[in-house]
């Protein structure tokens, strides 16, 4: 058994209780089957304004024939006082119903006053906001390197100036170790001479301390300026500069390495021929020398290791000695870095030493 809609000729399996159609809204007749949906005829006629009350008890099943369930015919339309109209609603065959907001509980619509004539919205002084169409400066964008290269200067030159004054103490101390082997000190020497030594060696420890942060500054801004220069960023990320330049014994091989790469891009001619010639002479020469620097540094310090766990005064005197030493070559090291180093990467312009003159 099926629901059919005679109008709109959709049908559905039977269901008790349903009466109407759902697209429609007419009202559904119960068919046997498919053939006996066909024979009906169709309606035609707008559809109805709701579904009809329906009967209280429940319906009959059908039999023989199909039925046309038809409410009673409704008696004529009382005439209602006119209200405001209500917005429509509309049928889908998606929609079974459609829940509205009832007339009377809109709000009442609040007559317009007339207020005068209202200002234009207009500024009283001249905005300083919005875009600024300021010129590029070049020296601007070259401000932080170079700004980064007097501070690298200014550190090598103090850190030089303390590493001579620990150096001359240390002299001091290794002379005065000399003379007691055969004549006795003052004890006052003595402990004035230790105090020395103790406070030049920190002086000297924080002026390279303040020196190893100026050139890890320094290197970051030189190899942002190098790679800005070709449009790019620099590939390697901060850390890593800092792992590589600012650990002792690592920035042997990394301080370099790092200052190579950004000699490549800043380079003129960079992808045929790299780093010209006088600034690959300059960097190799200023590896080895903090090579030779460092090597020094750390047989001082593992002989001045040797000696505090031995206890032997000649140990003590040769690692005294190789401080001296190291202290003087960082000092001499630092002095000729600072000369050399903030201003490896400007390539100057070549200087004919020779200049021929045609005589006719």
Same mark, same amino acid.
């Given at each position: ?43 035609? !006629? ?96 070259? /401000? ?19 590493? *001579?004054?620990? /150096? ?8 005065? &170790? ?20 103790? &406070? ?11 020196? &190893? ?60 021929? !790299? ?19 460092? *090597?020094?540094?750390?047989? *001082? ?31 001499? +090291?630092? +002095?000729? /870095? ?23």
């Amino acid at each position: 058994m099926y629901d059919m809609c005679p109008r709109c000729r959709i049908q559905a399996p039977h269901r008790d209780g349903r009466e109407h159609c759902p697209r429609c809204g007419g009202n559904l007749v119960v068919v046997e089957s498919a053939q006996a949906a066909a024979r009906v005829p169709r309606q035609s !006629g707008p559809p109805t304004a709701g579904p009809p009350t329906r009967p209280a008890g429940p319906p009959a099943p059908p039999a023989g024939p199909p039925v046309n369930r038809r409410a009673a015919p409704r008696p004529a339309p009382q005439q209602r006082p006119q209200q405001t109209q209500a917005p429509r609603m509309y049928r889908s065959r998606n929609v079974r119903w459609v829940a509205r907001r009832p007339p009377e509980s809109f709000p009442q619509r609040r007559p317009q006053v007339y207020r005068g004539p209202r200002l234009i919205p207009r500024y009283t002084y001249l905005p300083r906001w919005g875009l600024r169409d300021d010129p590029i400066d070049e020296h601007r964008l070259d /401000a932080p390197a170079e700004r980064a290269s007097e501070t690298l200067r200014s550190a090598l030159v103090i850190s030089a100036g303390a590493l *001579a004054a620990s /150096a001359v103490v240390h002299l001091l101390r290794y002379i005065l &170790l000399v003379i007691n082997r055969g004549t006795p000190l003052p004890a006052w020497l003595i402990v004035v001479s230790g105090a020395l030594v103790i &406070l030049a060696g920190l002086v000297a420890l924080v002026a390279v301390i303040s020196t &190893l942060v100026a050139t890890v500054r320094w290197l970051i801004a030189v190899r942002e300026h190098a790679y800005r220069h070709r449009g790019r960023r620099d590939p390697r990320p901060r850390w890593q500069i800092i792992v590589l330049a600012g650990i002792p014994v690592v920035n042997v091989i990394g301080a370099p390495l790092l200052l190579h790469e950004a000699a490549n891009a800043a380079a003129d001619d960079w992808r045929e021929r !790299g780093v010209d010639g006088m600034t690959r002479a300059a960097l190799d020469r200023l590896w080895v020398a903090w090579a030779l620097v460092n *090597a020094l540094a750390i047989w *001082a310090a593992i002989t001045w290791a040797v000696s505090l766990a031995s206890g032997s005064i000649q140990t003590g005197a040769d690692a005294l000695a190789l401080i001296t030493i190291s202290a003087a070559v960082s000092a001499a +090291f630092a +002095f000729w /870095a600072s000369r050399h180093l903030p201003n490896v990467l400007v390539a100057d312009d070549p200087v004919v030493k020779k200049r021929w003159v045609a005589v006719a």
